[in-house]
């Protein structure tokens, strides 16, 4: 079962999963989903409770109509503020290829709301804040 939280106006659904005292935000790549992550949180799920974001403009979180909704940075605002509604911080901030450059841009700008970064599969484009 997935739960939604209202965001910067947004909707976002999210999958919480396990029951750890360490805190971990799973951030999919581009064209992917939350459902992405589960078998790691599965993983995780004795020592961590993760939390897993679609993020903003896909599956079922808003459909944004406006290219800058895209823009990593502004994901990277939402995704701090999801951390901060729920008073997760500092978290373990794990991200798959745009999830990954996510993480760096928040990591980067919010400081305090990451304990640990891991990235993999980092999208470099060339064009920082944007994929289009």
């Excluded at 992917?32 to 004795?46: H, I, R, T």
């Excluded at 974001?53 to 599956?59: E, I, K, T, V």
């Excluded at 901060?84 to 911080?89: A, I, S, T, V, Y």
Aim: contains cysteine.
């Amino acid at each position: 079962m997935c739960d939604t939280v209202q965001i910067n106006g947004y909707f976002i659904t999210y999958k919480k999963i396990g029951r750890g005292a360490k805190k971990a935000v799973l951030l999919h790549g581009w064209g992917a989903s939350k459902s992405w992550w589960l078998p790691m949180a599965e993983g995780l799920a004795e020592t961590h409770t993760c939390y897993i974001p679609d993020l903003l403009g896909f599956w079922e979180s808003t459909k944004p109509t406006k290219r800058e909704a895209f823009h990593i940075e502004h994901q990277a605002n939402i995704v701090a503020n999801l951390i901060r509604q729920f008073d997760l911080e500092p978290v373990y901030l794990i991200g798959h290829s745009m999830g990954g450059m996510i993480g760096v841009t928040l990591a980067h700008h919010y400081p305090d709301l990451v304990d640990r970064l891991a990235v993999f599969n980092l999208v470099v484009t060339g064009r920082c804040g944007s994929f289009f």
